[in-house]
């Protein structure tokens, strides 16, 4: 990694040699190109749009005016097409680049997966885990010039426009793909995705050296029926949670577009959704915004939602996308819709060339129409996996780790003391991928790095735990038996004798759910869609088609049930329970256990027993045990269990007993319930998927070379916690996250330990009282009290005590991570605007600093708090409800049985009663002592007509008016309904009692 200053310096140095040199090209008419308007041949070079002199903008509208229809709608694919004419070659849409350059498509080849073979840094939840803005900006960098260096090597392959960060909040550890966001927090998520943002487009204030996308936008966290749930974002949550994260890193510049989601939001899908283009408003630079991979496809597929492609990609890009992600490599599909649509006064030109427009000025800005490719041009081959890029892939490794306990200072290990270790556990010797993970150049294992670190002082015995066994076919007396490699050799019980290709080694990954893997060949059994085959290192693929149940029968035999993921789908009309054929061939075609082939199991070798006795033999015992990111969690598969595997579990504490100097690695991709583990085992470390660097960094922490700093961004909960519905979105109402879960749990947010002792000093606020317009800074002063150099992460949270709405328990403000020698104290400051104490006023539809006094909170977690202090801010005070003015449905403060659905298709958003009985509450509205009328806006699309009820102080209080909808003959015609009210006196709480299918978008009460 070069450092900025002298990275600026080298590229005006190559850039004003590269630029002598085109214009020496342009004045021999070396480059030439045909004018789009008259035909005649000029000089490339002297095209205004080829001219790096001119601003931007001058040359988009240039080029753009250059451009015919049919080529400006080319440019509204992932797959932008060429204009040979004018010597434009082809643009790709998106690199993945979650953490590392991870893999793209090849449009010489169907489109393709290419996989990178790049530096791979810790997932993103471990590179949030550092909370250190410096490291992941730095980190960014590195990604931002590998992805320079492959586009160098293939740049119809490796564009440069990058799908990463994803910003979305972990608000529910079971979702699938928890590993590749940061935090259930919005500013932490914020200030991660803006620092990795930054670092990816370089430094440049005009260029940019890749461009990040952020994903996936909006109130997206759940992979079952992801294309068809409606995820319900109540104004609070939509602004104070959700777009927060979104916004944090578009107000500073550090993204170029965001991909919108396969879900619905409030009942209208986010490919749609006005959300997308509103975000322009926002962004400090230009953006360029893409749908989701096969996203328009879902509008009229599984959605439902248009009748028409064309209807929906019309929707589409007047919603506010740029890039429609579908069809492969071909953009036919998409020309013909968008072409039909014009046609129909659907869509208009203008909103051709403002999707064409934005896909330009993104290709300008990355230096494509330059002569020398703007100033990251001579980014090379040489980038990629670079020393100084491995160097900061194992220091992000060892910052990503979070110490979660350490009893007795059982850490560090001691080398001089500890010279012999077994490091035990199925991921004791292995580094896995994921499926946004490229191919590392190398990998260190635990086992290797603590190897390395010990050196010829010490030794390693490396064991995983795994139970080897025999299967043999109970028909036949023949073992199963792997015969090859090749996708051709297929699984049969076809030996007489267990030998080394009849033995399989059981890896537990939970939830029923093992894998095989042969011992003579290395390597997992998995279905090559017809039979089975060992070809395959790692489970992998889309289906993860290696996944495999051992289920366990009255006579003391077992079936063997196939659980690659293509079994759920509703195309699948294959079996699931394997049975061995005529032949031998095993295959998955039968669907019952009793037309299964039974096998007897074989235990070979007790993985427990063997790694109890390395654990006994050795001085320390290290066991790395956790996750396969390929089936504990991933895109298009939601956790069902946060339980650690059942057979790794029995090996933690088998190996314990057997060696008390024992230390717990949980090495996987989200919160884990491990309340066992805390109550007896000495020592926990846990890491996410941490790259190519994982057994270095491991090694480093683990004999203390490196002082554990990482904090965890997501609360860990206790075994046995009901948490809400993965569907349920309302965080504040279902009370998710650390700020709102009046629980206790396991580990707090932002929990994690140090090998050294900090202590904290009185907390100021200056001033001590502060206009909604104003600035505090809070010092801390921060002193290691410990015997060694370490660093610590210094959490601000605050609480608001009085508010018109209910607020945080805590509320994370700011953060500053500061390194301190032993003994060695800092004052620490952390400013914060009394902006961001606002919140969202429902009753006028505004942000809003309320008068009140917050307490500040600073400490090491959520929980942790080491010092308070209070904060006197004068905003103002939410006044009553006026409903004589307009008041929009979606604006109550309550509700319950309540869905938030479109108002059209196009704008709005209404509240839906599916049931009858649902109910939305205004409060604290000015309800007055005479008759009003109450007038609401309701549509509602059945046989028979229903009732709105208004009554006052509870959903089973007084009637006072009650409204009947007649049927509108539509959910989205909407026709004025009126009652005669008469409320009480004074202020109170009104509530909305709608009748089953009844939508009300605003009323009114006057």
Same mark, same amino acid.
Request: charged fraction near 20%; charge should be neutral; avoid cysteine.
């Given at each position: ?673 491990? *309340? ?205 409800? *006026? ?18 659905? *479109? ?104």
């Amino acid at each position: 990694m070069v450092h900025p200053s002298r990275s600026v310096r080298r590229r005006q140095t190559r850039r004003t040699a590269a630029l002598a040199a085109a214009v020496v090209v342009a004045a021999t008419g070396a480059l030439v190109a045909p004018h789009a308007a008259t035909g005649a041949v000029v000089a490339a070079a002297d095209l205004p749009f080829r001219d790096p002199r001119l601003p931007i903008g001058e040359r988009v509208k240039d080029l753009m005016a250059r451009l015919t229809l049919d080529e400006r709608i080319g440019l509204l694919h992932q797959y932008q097409q060429p204009v040979p004419r004018l010597g434009i070659g082809i643009f790709k849409a998106g690199t993945e680049a979650l953490h590392g350059l991870a893999w793209s498509n090849n449009h010489r080849d169907n489109g393709n997966v290419v996989t990178a073979t790049a530096t791979q840094f810790p997932q993103a939840l471990g590179l949030a885990s550092t909370w250190d803005r410096g490291l992941v900006e730095q980190i960014g960098s590195a990604i931002g010039d590998e992805a320079r260096g492959m586009h160098a090597k293939d740049p119809e392959v490796w564009g440069l426009n990058l799908w990463a960060p994803v910003v979305n909040l972990l608000r529910d550890p079971r979702w699938g793909r928890n590993e590749e966001g940061y935090s259930e927090d919005a500013t932490l998520t914020g200030a991660i995705a803006t620092a990795y943002g930054s670092g990816i487009q370089g430094d440049d204030p005009t260029y940019l050296k890749a461009a990040p996308t952020l994903k996936h936008f909006i109130g997206y966290n759940n992979e079952a029926q992801r294309d068809t749930s409606s995820s319900n974002l109540p104004p609070r949550v939509l602004k104070e949670y959700e777009l927060k994260a979104f916004e944090a890193p578009l107000k500073a510049g550090a993204a170029t577009g965001v991909m919108a989601s396969y879900n619905l939001v409030n009942g209208r899908p986010a490919t749609v959704d006005p959300l997308v283009g509103e975000l322009r408003s926002v962004s400090k630079t230009p953006l360029f915004n893409v749908s989701d991979a096969f996203a328009p496809g879902n509008l009229v597929g599984s959605q439902k939602y248009f009748s028409t492609q064309a209807e929906a990609d019309a929707a589409m890009f007047r919603a506010g996308l740029d890039a429609y992600v579908g069809d492969n490599t071909d953009p036919t599909s998409m020309t013909t819709a968008v072409k039909a649509a014009l046609a129909k006064g659907l869509m208009t030109e203008a909103d051709v060339d403002a999707a064409a427009s934005h896909a330009l000025t993104l290709r300008f800005r990355l230096g494509e129409f330059d002569p020398d490719g703007g100033p990251y041009g001579a980014l090379g081959t040489s980038e990629v996996n670079a020393p100084e890029h491995q160097r900061l892939a194992r220091r992000a490794a060892a910052e990503a780790m979070v110490l979660l306990k350490n009893s007795k200072d059982a850490l560090p290990l001691d080398a001089a003391r500890e010279k012999k270790v077994a490091v035990i556990g199925q991921l004791a010797d292995t580094v896995y991928s994921d499926w946004y993970g490229g191919n590392a150049p190398y990998t260190v294992t635990p086992a290797d790095g603590i190897a390395k670190r010990l050196g010829t002082s010490g030794s390693v015995s490396s064991i995983e735990g795994v139970d080897r066994i025999a299967l043999r076919d109970k028909a036949t007396g023949k073992y199963v038996t792997s015969r090859g490699t090749t996708d051709t050799d297929t699984v049969a019980a076809s030996a007489d004798t267990a030998g080394p290709a009849a033995q399989f080694d059981v890896f537990d990954w939970g939830e029923d759910v093992v894998t095989l893997r042969n011992v003579a060949t290395g390597n997992v059994v998995g279905s090559n869609w017809s039979a089975f085959v060992t070809k395959d290192k790692q489970p992998n693929g889309w289906f993860v088609q290696q996944q495999f149940a051992i289920e366990n029968q009255p006579d003391g035999s077992v079936v063997l049930r196939y659980a690659g993921y293509e079994t759920g789908e509703s195309w699948y009309g294959g079996g699931t329970y394997v049975r061995v054929g005529d032949d031998g061939i095993l295959r998955a075609d039968v669907k019952s256990a009793a037309e299964a082939s039974h096998f007897t199991r074989e235990t070979l070798r007790s993985g427990v027993a063997e790694a109890a006795a390395a654990a006994a033999s050795s001085d320390a015992a290290v066991l790395v045990v956790g996750s396969m990111p390929f089936i504990n969690g991933r895109e298009a598969r939601d956790r069902t269990s946060m339980e650690l595997p059942a057979a790794q579990r029995r090996l933690v504490e088998a190996v314990l007993a057997a060696n008390p100097n024992t230390v717990l690695v949980l090495e996987t991709s989200y919160p884990e319930t491990i *309340d066992w583990a805390q109550q007896t085992v000495p020592a926990i470390v846990w890491t996410t998927h941490a790259g190519q660097e994982t057994g270095n960094a491991l090694a480093d922490v683990l004999f203390g070379d490196v002082n554990p700093s990482g904090h965890l961004t997501q609360t860990w909960y206790r075994a046995g916690t009901s948490l809400p519905s993965i569907y349920d979105y309302d965080i504040i109402k279902s009370k998710r996250t650390y700020q709102y879960y009046a629980g206790t749990p396991l580990y707090p947010f932002g929990h994690g330990l140090s090998y050294t002792d900090f202590a904290y000093g009185p907390v100021t606020a200056t001033p001590g009282s502060v206009a909604p317009d104003g600035t505090v800074a809070v010092r801390v002063t921060v002193r290691n009290t410990g015997t060694r150099a370490g660093e610590d992460v210094v959490q601000l949270y605050d609480h608001q005590r009085t508010s018109r709405t209910p607020q945080p328990d805590r509320r994370l403000l700011g953060f500053a991570k500061v390194r301190l020698a032993a003994g060695e104290s800092r004052q620490v400051a952390i400013t914060v605007k009394a902006a961001d104490l606002a919140v969202w006023d429902v009753t006028r539809g505004r942000w809003v600093v309320e008068r009140s006094v917050h307490d500040l909170f600073v400490g090491r977690s959520a929980e942790d708090i080491r010092a308070t202090a209070s904060l006197d801010v004068r905003g103002e005070v939410v006044p009553p409800r *006026d409903l004589s003015t307009p008041t929009r449905a979606v604006n109550f403060d309550d509700y319950s049985g309540i869905s938030l659905v *479109d108002e059209s298709k196009t704008s709005g958003t209404s509240v839906a009663s599916p049931e009858a009985g649902g109910w939305a509450v205004y409060r604290d509205a000015r309800l007055g002592a005479r008759a009003v009328t109450f007038t609401a806006q309701a549509a509602l699309d059945g046989p028979a007509a229903a009732t709105v009820e208004l009554r006052v102080g509870s959903p089973t209080g007084a009637v006072v008016g009650r409204a009947t909808v007649a049927p509108t003959g539509s959910v989205y015609s909407y026709r004025p309904v009126t009652a005669s009210v008469t409320a009480p006196a004074g202020n109170g709480d009104l509530y909305l009692v709608l009748g089953k299918g009844v939508r009300i978008s605003s009323f009114t009460l006057r």
